[in-house]
């Protein structure tokens, strides 16, 4: 069958090798489960029904920094564009690519719009947004990996001076050990006029930070429950997602909010994928997920760790969340 020009111009690759982002599963929930207290990593939330959920997230009224980093980009994408002239757009975490639309707006209208690489363990949302993006942006590549951000990326498509962005906070998903490995990698694919935009949530009033992951509606409650139906599905696992409450905490000593599935009664649970019998005694959790705040210091500090200079901080007027552009130190 052949393929129009327009088809050809959106390719989707796979970079976290065979198997696709779920690979990984039974391994990491065999260790995860195994630890006291016990843990499974973040990024198995997002299967299809996991990654509508978290869009659900971005609209409460609870969950500020959607919102808000969709404003900041706003005020400053023509900016950031006409400084640093790109015409490749790297994105680690895409989703949606909603708010990536402002960035890529801004670059055409600068005339510069060429290349889009999204990177995400999403599949299916990567693949509808790479296509809708085709259609919405005439004649820009879309390149989308199907990967997630822990890996170093290699292989990416090069193309002219690039803008490689990290949005929404996410990298708060890793340990201050990890996001400074992150950033070494983003450092290294760093070239001397490629620049990097970083968002990330910031410190603030606790009731703040609890509410917005304690939302009223209990969306987010609904999607910490998704990842033992994620489990459930690929691993063969036996969860009963009522049996966990939902519980989400400021952790000040840790600067970060910790999300947990907490047993409501003692049971155990069959995984027959990986032949294992999970007990949980009344009161025990899973943490899911936690999401690092930061002060401008941290990021700053954390930058430099990794071999990359701020040059352009940008913040809310109510300093909640930030923008920062960086540059690679040579
Ligand atoms: C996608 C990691 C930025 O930490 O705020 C939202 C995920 N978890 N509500 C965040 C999330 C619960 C979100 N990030």
Known sequence: MPSSKRESQIEISHH??????????????????????????????????GAELFEEICELPEYYPTRTERALLVQIADEIVSRCQCSALVEFGSGSSRKTRILLDAMARAALLDLYVPIDVSEDQLRQTAYALGEDYPGLRVHGVVGDFGQPVEGLPEGGPRLIVFLGGTIGNLTPDEAIGFLRNVARMLGPEDRFLLGTDLVKDVVVLEQAYNDAAGVTAAFNRNILLVINRHLNAHFDPNRFEHLAFYNRDESRIEMHLVARESHQVSIDAVSLTVGFVKGESIRTEISCK?????????????????????????RLFALSLSEAVR
């Open 16 to 49: 976290s090798g065979v198997g696709g982002p779920f690979a990984g599963l039974a391994e990491d929930v065999r260790k995860g489960l195994a630890k006291t207290p016990k843990e499974l990593p973040p990024k198995y939330f997002y299967d299809a029904r």
């Open 294 to 318: 930061y002060t401008r210091e941290m990021v700053e500090t954390m930058l430099e760790e990794a071999g990359l200079r701020l040059i352009r901080w940008n913040m809310d007027e109510n």
